[in-house]
């Protein structure tokens, strides 16, 4: 089979192939077949409809919606329409309705879509709190009891040896606090984090033992926290309410309880489908984890892999779907999860494989699948992954970024890496644009300095040293984007506005510009390859698009009165009126 030995991308909206595809669309010799009430076009065998293009361009993200009035848009959200059916058809052509890859992608989409549907259908389940539960949990995890923490937290674990030879020199603990701890809430006061819980100190990685039983005023050993280190004391206890944590102790007690009602659940069906494990596929998998420290599936071989681990009616788990949904936590497949004998096997299935295959037999068995509904989704779904695998293949598969063409691409593109310029500027911010014009007139006619004018009448109350003085940094460039980008583009001493920006007027003069500076290659790489990869496969994409457009125009047909009726004036009016909003 040929495919097109064309690069690729994914810029569905792209003004360059877009124009080139509905040109190619509406080029033909051959007179259009007589338009049906509601199609907008036809592409092969298959028509577009009217509602289909109006939810397509009501559906579209504000930034990618057309820019164009009138037959313009309705022509853009079209053409970004086709291309999909484009795909399609090139798809049907490659026949990967047949490609394993899909049908994979297709059957674990299905699967989950059935049982997603089956247990939406179930009626809710119904789990009380109790207060002896509420009160025992408080108990349990002692929130009687709060302890205010004071801390010291430092980068380095030699810094906390530093603070604990001080501190045993007699130096005091709040000083110590304000100079080295890069805890900002509490530096400041002498080290004083506030009253913690258990609960609370178990999220802070201080073990309970040290909550438990490190005295009142006693400094604690250095506690590593999440890569930092903590020197700590206990200044003095109080007694916790039950009434400030019933709330949120009930909330984690009903989730308990419910997650193990669905549990129960599953373990229910389980018993009505005869789930069972098949002792020669157990025998089998615990032979291999004997042999190696973690268990692969590539350490079966392929008649071993389908060997049946749990069998139930008319259906089985093997041996290398249970290794393989064990993987799914890596982190616990390493430490030989659900490896080391039956009841670890019996125990790891129910969570990985048993709840979900035991929930799809369970939607079979309700006709789920065969539901017309759920057919279409069915088709829907294989439609799209053969669209995506199409995109794959002459897309993602063609982009790649070599290390040399990344650098190069850094070195000619500073601009995308350099970080944002910062200015110093004199700025009057005014509510109004009368009372800018005003205050512009007094410029002109020399009877006040702008910083004269600002230090009166400026409504903007992060300006730095004094009133007018303003100093913009990088992300202010999304925090106040028109001054910024008003700012960018001033001569330097130059008064400009007035200009609406967020809060008001403003008149501003550029006093200064610090260029911002160009990080090493070393720290842009991954951004320079993902930048230079997206140029790729746009630039791949369009040129996919021009293969198949000129492939295909001869199967494409556009109704041009359907395409305004179903896409009318008003609503692209709309559509463009929300951009501001």
Same mark, same amino acid.
């Given at each position: 089979?040929?495919?097109?030995?064309?690069?690729?991308?994914?810029?569905?909206?792209?003004?360059?192939?877009?124009?080139?595809?509905?040109?190619?669309?509406?080029?033909?010799?051959?007179?259009?077949?007589?338009?049906?009430?509601?199609?907008?076009?036809?592409?092969?065998?298959?028509?577009? /409809?009217?509602?289909?293009?109006?939810?397509?361009?009501?559906?579209?993200?504000?930034?990618?919606?057309?820019?164009?009035?009138?037959?313009?848009?309705?022509?853009?959200?079209?053409?970004?329409?086709?291309?999909?059916?484009?795909?399609?058809?090139?798809?049907?052509?490659?026949?990967?309705?047949?490609?394993?890859?899909?049908?994979?992608?297709?059957?674990?989409?299905?699967?989950?879509?059935?049982?997603?549907?089956?247990?939406?259908?179930?009626?809710?389940?119904?789990?009380?709190?109790?207060?002896?539960?509420?009160?025992?949990?408080?108990?349990?995890?002692?929130?009687?009891?709060?302890? /205010?923490?004071?801390?010291?937290?430092?980068?380095?674990?030699?810094?906390?040896?530093?603070?604990?030879?001080?501190?045993?020199?007699?130096?005091?603990?709040?000083?110590?606090?304000?100079?080295?701890?890069?805890?900002?809430?509490?530096?400041?006061?002498?080290?004083?984090?506030?009253?913690?819980?258990?609960?609370?100190?178990?999220?802070?990685?201080?073990?309970?033992?040290?909550?438990?039983?490190?005295?009142?005023?006693?400094?604690?050993?250095?506690?590593?926290?999440?890569?930092?280190?903590?020197?700590?004391?206990?200044?003095?206890?109080?007694?916790?309410?039950?009434?400030?944590?019933?709330?949120?102790?009930?909330?984690?007690?009903?989730?308990?309880?419910?997650?193990?009602?669905?549990?129960?659940?599953?373990?229910?069906?389980?018993?009505?489908?005869?789930?069972?494990?098949?002792?020669?596929?157990?025998?089998?998998?615990?032979?291999?984890?004997?042999?190696?420290?973690?268990?692969?599936?590539?350490?079966?071989?392929?008649?071993?892999?389908?060997?049946?681990?749990?069998?139930?009616?008319?259906?089985?788990?093997?041996?290398?779907?249970?290794?393989?949904?064990?993987?799914?936590?890596?982190?616990?497949?390493?430490?030989?999860?659900?490896?080391?004998?039956?009841?670890?096997?019996?125990?790891?299935?129910?969570?990985?494989?048993?709840?979900?295959?035991?929930?799809?037999?369970?939607?079979?068995?309700?006709?789920?699948?065969?539901?017309?509904?759920? /057919?279409?989704?069915?088709?829907?779904?294989?439609?799209?992954?053969?669209?995506? /695998?199409?995109?794959?293949?002459?897309?993602?598969?063609?982009?790649?970024?070599?290390?040399?063409?990344?650098?190069?691409?850094?070195?000619?593109?500073?601009?995308?890496?350099?970080?944002?310029?910062?200015?110093?500027?004199?700025?009057?911010?005014?509510?109004?644009?009368?009372?800018?014009?005003?205050?512009?007139?007094?410029?002109?006619?020399?009877?006040?300095?702008?910083?004269?004018?600002?230090?009166?009448?400026?409504?903007?109350?992060?300006?730095?040293?004094?009133?007018?003085?303003?100093?913009?940094?990088?992300?202010?460039?999304?925090?106040?984007?028109?001054?910024?980008?008003?700012?960018?583009?001033?001569?330097?001493?130059?008064?400009?506005?007035?200009?609406?920006?967020?809060?008001?007027?403003?008149?501003?003069?550029?006093?200064?510009?610090?260029?911002?500076?160009?990080?090493?290659?070393?720290?842009?790489?991954?951004?320079?390859?993902?930048?230079?990869?997206?140029?790729?496969?746009?630039?791949?994409?369009?040129?996919?698009?021009?293969?198949?457009?000129?492939?295909?125009?001869?199967?494409?047909?556009?109704?041009?009165?359907?395409?305004?009726?179903?896409?009318?004036?008003?609503?692209?009016?709309?559509?463009?009126?929300?951009?501001?909003?």
């Amino acid at each position: 089979m040929r495919r097109l030995s064309t690069r690729s991308g994914w810029g569905l909206y792209s003004r360059l192939f877009i124009v080139s595809l509905f040109t190619a669309c509406t080029t033909t010799s051959e007179e259009p077949p007589q338009a049906e009430p509601g199609v907008v076009a036809r592409i092969g065998d298959t028509i577009l /409809q009217a509602g289909e293009l109006r939810d397509f361009a009501i559906s579209t993200p504000q930034n990618l919606r057309s820019k164009q009035e009138g037959t313009a848009a309705r022509q853009d959200y079209l053409r970004s329409l086709l291309v999909k059916h484009l795909l399609y058809l090139e798809a049907q052509v490659w026949e990967l309705q047949e490609s394993m890859e899909v049908q994979k992608r297709v059957a674990a989409s299905w699967h989950q879509h059935l049982i997603e549907i089956y247990r939406n259908e179930q009626p809710p389940i119904q789990v009380e709190v109790d207060e002896e539960e509420i009160r025992g949990y408080f108990e349990k995890n002692d929130l009687g009891r709060q302890r /205010q923490l004071s801390g010291i937290l430092v980068e380095e674990e030699s810094q906390a040896q530093e603070v604990l030879a001080k501190l045993a020199a007699g130096e005091s603990f709040e000083d110590l606090a304000r100079q080295y701890s890069v805890h900002k809430g509490s530096a400041t006061q002498g080290g004083v984090w506030g009253y913690i819980s258990r609960q609370q100190a178990r999220r802070l990685k201080i073990p309970d033992e040290v909550f438990r039983e490190l005295p009142v005023g006693v400094l604690s050993d250095i506690l590593p926290i999440n890569k930092r280190y903590l020197v700590m004391r206990f200044l003095q206890d109080q007694p916790g309410s039950l009434d400030e944590h019933r709330s949120r102790i009930r909330s984690v007690l009903h989730a308990g309880k419910l997650k193990e009602a669905k549990r129960e659940q599953v373990r229910s069906l389980a018993r009505e489908f005869d789930w069972k494990i098949e002792s020669a596929g157990l025998d089998l998998l615990l032979k291999k984890a004997a042999a190696y420290p973690a268990v692969h599936r590539q350490h079966f071989s392929p008649r071993e892999a389908i060997q049946p681990l749990f069998t139930y009616q008319g259906d089985q788990v093997t041996v290398g779907e249970y290794v393989d949904a064990l993987w799914e936590d890596a982190g616990r497949a390493r430490a030989g999860w659900g490896m080391k004998d039956s009841a670890a096997v019996v125990a790891a299935a129910e969570p990985t494989v048993m709840e979900s295959a035991i929930l799809l037999a369970a939607a079979k068995r309700a006709g789920i699948p065969e539901r017309p509904a759920e /057919q279409d989704w069915l088709e829907q779904t294989r439609w799209e992954f053969m669209v995506r /695998q199409v995109r794959k293949e002459e897309v993602e598969d063609k982009a790649a970024v070599s290390e040399e063409e990344a650098k190069e691409f850094y070195q000619s593109r500073e601009d995308l890496f350099r970080k944002s310029d910062q200015f110093d500027l004199i700025e009057v911010l005014v509510e109004t644009q009368e009372k800018a014009q005003d205050l512009l007139a007094t410029l002109e006619r020399g009877d006040a300095t702008l910083l004269d004018l600002a230090q009166e009448h400026t409504i903007r109350t992060e300006s730095q040293e004094e009133p007018g003085k303003v100093h913009l940094h990088g992300r202010d460039r999304y925090v106040n984007p028109q001054l910024y980008e008003a700012v960018q583009a001033a001569e330097m001493e130059e008064i400009v506005g007035p200009v609406q920006v967020k809060g008001g007027y403003s008149l501003f003069k550029v006093l200064r510009r610090t260029q911002g500076e160009l990080p090493p290659f070393s720290k842009m790489a991954r951004r320079a390859h993902s930048l230079l990869r997206r140029q790729k496969e746009d630039r791949i994409f369009e040129e996919l698009i021009d293969e198949l457009l000129e492939k295909y125009q001869d199967r494409i047909t556009i109704y041009q009165d359907e395409l305004e009726a179903a896409l009318p004036d008003t609503l692209i009016q709309r559509l463009a009126a929300t951009e501001g909003d």
